[in-house]
């Protein structure tokens, strides 16, 4: 399955948002630097759809706040 999110990041607290079929909004505590909110994010969404890390892959966007996710719900 194919999603995109709207990552904030240095947020409050971290929480996950369906906004439309496919679309969704990330809180994120975790600060845009080394790749530290985009681990964030794949442990939260691998929580959120109750998956493995390794089910989620960040394929585009991975510097920007719109990001296109793909979730292997089979894992």
């Known amino acids: ?4 999110i709207k990552v904030s990041p240095r947020s409050s ?8 079929e ?4 990330a809180k994120l505590t975790a600060a845009p630097v ?3 909110a985009n681990e964030a994010l ?12 390794s089910a989620i892959t960040i394929v ?3 510097t920007a ?6 979730v292997d719900l089979n894992c």
Do not use: P, T
Not at 22 to 25: A, L, P, V
Not at 65 to 70: C, H, L, P
């Open 22 to 25: 496919g679309e969704y909004k």
């Open 60 to 62: 585009g966007g991975k």
């Open 42 to 53: 794949i442990k939260l969404l691998a929580k959120f759809f109750g998956v493995s890390k």
């Open 13 to 20: 607290k971290n929480e996950i948002v369906k906004v439309s």
């Open 34 to 36: 080394d790749g530290q």
């Open 1 to 4: 399955m194919r999603i995109y």
């Open 65 to 70: 706040k719109i990001k296109m996710v793909d």
